[in-house]
């Protein structure tokens, strides 16, 4: 996320590790992304530059998480656009779920796309 949002940013990425212990998690600012992409090669993307179908190809999930609450996020998953107004973190952890499919971690917060 932008710079300006990093408070966000830091409370996702806490979040996402608090409850998903086993699921590496790396927070970046936005202008690091193409590099850091690069380097970690992300199975699943939190952001809030717009990734469309290009940039989620050959990733498990991109989110493109709106810094605006009355607007859609996106969620590219398994090849198929799903939109969210607003998301709770629930709906991130549901994205995580579905992405990591049967192997998910045992006893993970349970959530449904929407």
């Known amino acids: 996320m932008e710079d300006e949002y990093r408070a ?3 409370v996702i990425a806490a979040a996402l590790e608090t409850l998903r212990p086993d ?5 970046i600012e936005l202008d690091r992304l193409d590099g850091e992409m690069t380097r970690l090669d992300p199975q699943v993307v939190v952001c809030s530059r717009p990734g469309g179908a290009a940039e989620a190809e ?3 999930a991109w989110v493109e998480l709106s810094l605006d609450p009355t607007r859609p996020t996106k969620i590219f998953l398994g ?5 969210s ?3 709770t973190l629930e709906t991130l952890l549901a994205v995580l ?4 499919g049967p192997s998910r971690t045992r ?4 959530g449904k796309l929407p």
């Open 8 to 10: 966000y940013r830091e």
């Open 23 to 27: 699921t590496e998690v790396t927070a």
């Open 58 to 60: 050959g990733r498990l």
């Open 79 to 83: 090849g198929h656009r799903f939109e």
């Open 85 to 87: 107004t607003n998301p």
């Open 97 to 100: 779920n579905e992405a990591e």
């Open 107 to 110: 006893g993970s917060p349970e």
